[in-house]
């Protein structure tokens, strides 16, 4: 376990804490600590993370998640087998050079994996970044750029919530992610996530979020994820709503959770493209 502050960065307006935690599931995709998936620079190759101006995080490999544990103030919590290891950067002051802080997270996490003697070659060197699109004006008719996906009527709310804006991370092999911000009163987003990373489909079934089977032996779906049997292996879909969004359809619609799930049915049935994936319908009957 590891708990440090560097200025590797070379800015001495710059400052970056770094850390060894234990996260749950496809954490990148599932919780407000972790926003906005689709301004991430995603690392190509074989180690999983991601990077952004203000923090980053690389999973260590699976080896290593009975063995690595976290620090949490002045515990130090081992590991339960159960959880995802990682070595995870905040930016605390300035912000960072993704490539630079890329660097600094394979550095630490070697040192981790060595002393923990779980290392792997897939760490040796610092890794190529697939950098995010521009941000850009959303087309309502095809929301993060893909063909036929357009909000459901009910998760559109006049003068709160409208799509606005959007930014695709897109060039990493195994992610690809939209975050969509949309324009009102509210201050709502709402980002969407695929991943075919192994160590992410893994940690997603591993901790069900009250999967059911899809018919036909497709795969396993909750309100907001999904795991899909595709052409070349498992993909997992996410999607993540910020409170603000939450909050505005709370005031608007009794059932929150039916406008979710349809919201992410569709992008879904949307994104299942991207991987060669069979078609399938996600609310349960």
Known sequence: MIERTSRFLGDTDQQVTLTTANEDGPFPYTTHVWKNPGARSYFKGETSGAVAPTGGYVVLPKSCWGKVGNIRGALIVPPDGDSVSVVEATVTKGQADPEGLAQLLTRVARKVTADAGCTTPALKDSPEL???DAVRTTDVGKVCGLPGFSLPDDAVLTGVAEPDQEQIS???KDVWACDLTLAGSAGAAVSFAATSDRDM???????????????????VASFDQAVLHCAEGDVYFAAHWN????GALSDKHDGVPKVKRNTFNTFVTSA????????????ES
């Open 130 to 132: 697939a950098a995010p």
């Open 170 to 172: 897109k060039d990493a």
């Open 201 to 219: 489909v893994d940690a997603a079934l591993q901790d069900t979020y009250g999967f059911h089977e899809l018919p036909n032996g497709h795969g």
């Open 243 to 246: 409170s603000e969004y939450t």
């Open 272 to 283: 299942a493209d991207l991987y060669s994936c069979p078609d399938v319908t996600l609310t």
